[in-house]
């Protein structure tokens, strides 16, 4: 079946990392991503990474990916108050081009 | 470039009446997704139109509908609005076919409360 997991919330103090994982179920996705949500917005892609790969990372964020698992984890290095945010983990199903997200891992930094 | 639009932004609307969401997608996107975001409950996938075509559906009652006009834009249908429909409801776009990553592009969306 379709089904992507996440942790429901995460506290972090600023200036730490902040760790977000996922499991998810379909081993044929071609992408898996991670978006953010702000309070009041839309989703925005934060990054992604192709399902041949088993780590990706762009500045503060590190992506790590367990295809054996189906595990995926979101680093951010030296995490910021402006990173509090709702985090969600999306694998590809069905087709590339559909999408299935987690119900999202809130990120609460404190200083 | 102007991203996906979504109008309205907010609606407000009473047990049994219909809503209609709009969506403009990011110009170039073929592909138009529906997905409602209750409470607690993250994003739940709704609908996918590409080319004019309702192309997968979630796991909604058929009341909820929807179609994508021939310049991409879409409509989402809400029939005999019940409590729990109450959500954001979000549209994304995105480009279709080789080479693409398949990366949505979200609206901010649109806020449904039914009283």
């Known amino acids: 079946g379709e089904d992507v997991e996440q942790s429901l919330f995460l506290s972090v103090r600023e200036g730490d990392s902040s760790v977000i994982n996922c499991t998810y179920t379909d081993s044929s996705s071609t992408y898996l991503y991670w978006y953010k949500q702000e309070p009041g917005a839309g989703l925005q892609l934060l990054t992604y990474i192709f399902s041949n790969m088993d780590m990706k990372q762009d500045q503060r964020l590190t992506v790590l990916l367990n295809k054996k698992d189906k595990h995926l984890s979101l680093r951010i290095a030296d995490t910021q108050t402006g990173d509090s945010a709702i985090y969600f983990c999306?694998?590809?199903?069905?087709?590339?081009?559909?999408?299935?997200f987690g119900a999202g891992t809130r990120l609460a930094v404190h200083p | 470039e102007a991203g996906v639009t979504q109008s309205p932004t907010h609606l407000i609307k009473t047990r049994g009446q219909q809503a209609t969401l709009r969506c403009s997608p990011i110009s170039g996107h073929t592909s138009v997704y529906w997905y409602q975001q209750a409470l607690g409950l993250g994003l739940q996938f709704l609908l996918w139109y590409d080319e004019g075509e309702e192309r997968n559906r979630g796991n909604f009652p058929p009341r909820f509908s929807g179609r994508q006009f021939p310049n991409y834009s879409s409509e989402l249908n809400v029939n005999a609005l019940e409590l729990e429909d109450s959500a954001l409801y979000l549209c994304?776009?995105?480009?279709?076919?080789?080479?693409?990553?398949?990366?949505?592009?979200f609206g901010e969306g649109s806020r449904l409360t039914v009283l």
């Open positions: 999306a694998e590809t199903t069905g087709g590339y081009n559909k999408l299935i």
């Open positions: 994304a776009s995105s480009l279709t076919g080789r080479g693409s990553t398949g990366e949505l592009f």
